[in-house]
T-cell receptor
Framework: GDSVTQMEGPVTLSEEAFLTINCTYT??????LFWYVQYPGEGLQLLLK?????DKGSNKGFEATYRKETTSFHLEKGSVQVSDSAVYFC???????????FGTGTRLLVSP | NAGVTQTPKFRVLKTGQSMTLLCAQD?????MYWYRQDPGMGLRLIHYSVGEGTTAKGEVPDGYNVSRLKKQNFLLGLESAAPSQTSVYFCASSYSQTGGSGELFFGEGSRLTVL
């Protein structure tokens, strides 16, 4: 079945450092890919998405490119802030299916 | 803008007790979902609904029941709570998915502890 694999955390960075959180997927067909973010004490919210190969999703300085050849959707940000501290979930939705499949989440901790 | 509202936010139960979590959405979404979140396991789908009066099993349905009597509400029931059901529960909703993007809108979560 479909699955998503994320790098284990926590990822600990200093403010203004470069961020990469790796995400790879296994799926038949042509899934849509998502990054969701969960701030402390809150529910998940959509950060960005890409619906086809080579699409780049971006929001709030975060970017991720849908790479079909490597089945990856890595999340990047050029300069993280303390306020970016959260748990980040990679997810996919396959064509014709109504459900999202989530990765296990990666906790990001940014220190001043 | 209420979005997706879950009640209660916190609950402590004793083993064998029953309870119901209520999810309400005001976005006229067709699809609703119940997930549980456990450390190191991410989000796992318990049950979902593709419309009023319908329900379906997800990955981890055992020990839970659901009902969708009204389009805006999705109830999750635990008939006889067990310590393994200690978790944070999230409700989510989405538009009809035919050609849709798949974005889910989440509630703030309900933390359940079973002693």
């Amino acid at each position: 079945g479909d699955s998503v694999t994320q790098m284990e955390g926590p990822v600990t960075l200093s403010e203004e450092a470069f961020l990469t959180i790796n995400c790879t997927y296994t799926a038949t067909g042509y899934p849509s890919l998502f990054w969701y973010v969960q701030y402390p004490g809150e529910g998940l919210q959509l950060l960005l998405k890409a619906t086809k190969a080579d699409d780049k999703g971006s929001n709030k300085g975060f970017e991720a490119t849908y790479r079909k050849e490597t089945t990856s959707f890595h999340l990047e940000k050029g300069s993280v802030q303390v306020s970016d501290s959260a748990v980040y979930f990679c997810a996919l939705k396959n064509t014709g299916f109504q459900k999202l499949v989530f990765g296990t989440g990666t906790r990001l901790l940014v220190s001043p | 803008n209420a979005g997706v509202t879950q009640t209660p936010k916190f609950r402590v139960l004793k083993t064998g007790q029953s309870m119901t979590l209520l999810c309400a959405q005001d976005m006229n979404h067709e699809y609703m979902y119940w997930y549980r979140q456990d450390p190191g396991m991410g989000l796992r789908l318990i049950h979902y609904s593709v419309g009023e009066g319908t329900t379906a099993k997800g990955e981890v349905p055992d020990g839970y029941n659901v009902s969708r009597l009204k389009k805006q509400n999705f109830l999750l029931g635990l008939e006889s709570a067990a310590p393994s059901q200690t978790s944070v529960y999230f409700c989510a909703s989405s538009y009809s998915q035919t050609g849709g993007s798949g974005e889910l809108f989440f509630g703030e979560g309900s933390r359940l502890t079973v002693l």
